[in-house]
């Protein structure tokens, strides 16, 4: 059952910004591996983070979960954190479990 | 089951590994019943909802599911699609400790109008099962199964 283009996260390092790409299936069997890539990253107090979910296929509640500990760990560092270019199958689950307001840029301005 | 459904059943692994080849499965057998392409998303996370409870269960929240157990004692999970007139019913069946459906029910619509503090990691699975299909039953006995069902709605009996 190995498949190595299931999930994929790749990081890429602006000055004062750190973007992480993911594609693929982000749940439950990767999710381990996700933390894992998630938890140094966090702690960059002095940079934006931002999760670009251009290429990413599915996500599960799993998924959802990371996000949520990983908005709640950067607000405790008062640390910026963004997610972007949500497509539209994933952002309707967003959008039904309510975590759209807290991880778009757009509602963090108003 | 009536005598005009049928029935395709999957034994496998409880394990993280093969939930993927659920929704796989699904994506075949919604195809050809003509479900549109939103459904088989929605039964696709619903379904997966259901496959990850029981691979947490089989596990005791172990979630990546690699064991030293022989094959023949790993524990296992049955998904039953049962193909039916007008819907599908997938029932999801563990053989963990049954899990408190009323406990997790309650902690339903999660983060609508809550601060970041008061957010919590968990608890989406059953909001999200109950927010995309028509119908969730969970049955908790000698483990657990959730039964979820989605009608077929056919564009010839909408005219």
Redesign the interface.
């Given at each position: 059952m190995k498949q190595p283009e299931k999930f994929q996260l790749r990081t890429e390092t602006q000055e004062g910004r750190c973007i992480v790409y993911v594609s693929g299936e982000l749940d439950l069997e990767v999710a381990t591996q996700m933390r894992a890539a998630m938890a140094p990253l966090v702690e960059l107090k002095d940079r934006e983070l931002s999760l670009n979910l251009r290429d990413l296929k599915y996500i599960d509640s799993t998924g959802i979960g990371i996000l949520v500990s990983v908005l709640k760990a950067r607000h405790a560092n008062q640390a910026p954190f963004t997610v972007e270019a949500i497509p539209p199958t994933i952002r309707k689950l967003f959008d039904m479990t309510g975590i759209t307001p807290f991880i778009t840029k757009q509602n963090q301005e108003q | 089951m009536k005598a005009t459904d049928e029935l395709i059943k999957l034994q496998l692994p409880a394990s993280?590994?093969?939930?993927?080849?659920v929704?796989v499965t699904l994506y075949g057998i919604a195809a050809k019943m003509g479900f549109s392409y939103?459904e088989i998303?929605d039964m696709?996370?619903a379904v997966?909802?259901a496959c990850?409870n029981a691979?947490?269960h089989a596990y005791g929240n172990h979630?990546?599911g690699t064991t030293s157990q022989a094959p023949e004692e790993q524990p296992r999970m049955e998904v039953r699609f049962i193909k039916k007139q007008d819907a599908l019913s997938i029932v999801v069946k563990d053989e963990g400790e049954s899990f408190d459906a009323l406990a997790v029910a309650r902690q339903k619509?999660?983060?609508?109008?809550?601060s970041?503090?008061q957010?919590?990691?968990?608890g989406?699975?059953l909001?999200?099962m109950q927010?995309?299909m028509d119908q969730v039953e969970v049955h908790s006995d000698a483990g657990t199964e959730v039964v979820l069902t989605k009608r077929l709605v056919r564009s010839e009996d909408t005219v």
């Open positions: - | 993280a590994e093969y939930v993927d080849l929704r939103e998303e696709k996370v997966s909802e990850n691979v947490l979630p990546t619509s999660p983060m609508h109008g809550k970041i503090d957010l919590t990691a968990g989406l699975g909001y999200l927010a995309l």
